[in-house]
């Protein structure tokens, strides 16, 4: 088979639109149509991941393709928007149907759990690396920002930090154990939080997801808000898989690693006060939003350039 027959074969089904949908022509033109509804705007980042920089050499292609849609996917999470569509550009050393088999079910899997449809692609040959588009939708004017975090307001998270970032000590373990598994998973098949994210709209004054790190994610928030804030370390929320793991070092973990795909937000108290308690149950209050510039953890300075605190990919994955 052909490299346009085997990719029109794996990758035409997730062009699928199931039910009222934005797209409305996808794969096979020279471009792809979205209709954006009146009243909405369009929300739109694209990621590029490389083999050996941002994911291991031969890591698995059904874990990639997952792995690659949810961290695209992430940053609308982040943005308050609702997923739609997405385009996709892969370069391949050379077309091998089962590595593009995999890969397209891991990516299927979820386009289909996200709510993504592909719109449309491209693929080249030369060394592994893809990049992924995502579109999504939002009321006009509604996208959560990171320049919204305002002198008071408290600062969230949501579900529990570090776990991904303590899976690269386990990438080549032979037998993981149970924690071992739990973590590893967190890393292979992130899940952005995407209903957090529209619950968050109206709501939030300004947002992230952690990819990089709390620390360096929220310092992005400080920075674009002009603000400052405390930690407050005892609150920043890990698993008991990763507490059982890593012992006291937990938490540098919790504030340091990134790729979990957490949400981090800011929000007025009052606002916390009167959130419904299916959305109080998804986050954890960890600090607060001061006026002196800088993040303090229990009130000692971190750092908080750009990437200062956060993750270095390259070095952990390969
Ligand atoms: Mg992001």
Known sequence: MGEFEL?????????????????VLGPGDDCAVQRIPPGSDLVFSIDTLVEGVHFPPGYRPDFLGWRALAVAASDLAAMGATPSCFTLALTLPAAREPWLRDFAQGLG???ESFGLVLAGGDTTRGPLA???????????????????????????VSGT????GAALDYLDAGNPTADEKFVLERYHHPRPRLKLGVALRGLATAAIDVSDGLLADL????????????????????????????????????LHCGDDYELCAALPEAGWAAAPPSLKA??????????EPGLRVDGIAVSSGSGAEGFDHFRRAT
């Open 109 to 111: 899997k979820a386009a």
């Open 7 to 23: 990719i029109r074969q794996y990758f035409l089904p997730l062009a699928r639109v199931r039910g009222s949908h934005s797209l």
């Open 130 to 156: 893809l990049s992924i588009q995502v579109h999504g939708l939002v009321e006009q004017g509604a996208a959560l920002c990171r320049s919204g975090a305002r002198i008071g307001d408290l600062v969230v």
């Open 282 to 291: 998804q986050l954890t209050v960890i600090g607060v939003i001061e006026a």
């Open 161 to 164: 930090l570090g776990d991904a």
């Open 219 to 254: 310092g992005h928030i400080l920075e674009a808000s002009a603000v400052g804030a405390n930690i407050d370390r005892a609150r920043v929320p890990v698993s008991p898989a990763l507490a059982r793991l890593k012992g006291e070092s937990a938490l540098d973990y919790a």
